[in-house]
Nanobody, 123 residues
Framework: QVQLVESGGGLVQAGGSLRLSCAASGRTFGDYNMGWFRQAPGKERDVVAAISWNGGSRYYADSVKGRFTISRSNAKNTVYMQMNSLEPEETAIYYC????????????????WGQGTQVTVSS
């Protein structure tokens, strides 16, 4: 398994911004598509954004299009997500994971998750 460590979460006011990072262990990071997920209390964990292994293709959930940007550095084994214009309903724990899929259908590969990073958006 790959070890994933998310960071960058915090408390922000509505309309604010955060940049999340996910550092991955291992030499094969560049072989995998990566994604960001979020899980609010009492809700399922849903994919928010995904990026192909070489960064050439990106997917965004409709709710975040135009506000979130996913990117990656294979040299640093890290995937990022810039989140702008945050809304209170986006309060959740954010996770990264290796993903498989394409188009508008992505899912996590296996059950390999980090500890997540808490994002809290106040109104």
């Amino acid at each position: 398994q790959v070890q994933l460590v998310e960071s960058g979460g915090g408390l922000v006011q509505a309309g604010g911004s955060l940049r999340l990072s996910c550092a991955a262990s291992g030499r094969t990071f560049g072989d995998y598509n990566m994604g960001w997920f979020r899980q609010a209390p009492g809700k399922e964990r849903d994919v928010v954004a995904a990026i192909s292994w070489n960064g050439g293709s990106r997917y965004y959930a409709d709710s975040v299009k135009g506000r979130f940007t996913i990117s990656r550095s294979n040299a640093k084994n890290t995937v990022y997500m810039q989140m702008n214009s945050l809304e209170p309903e986006e309060t959740a724990i954010y996770y990264c994971a290796r993903v498989i899929g394409g188009g508008s259908s992505w899912r996590a590969l296996g059950d390999n998750w980090g500890q997540g990073t808490q994002v809290t958006v106040s109104s």
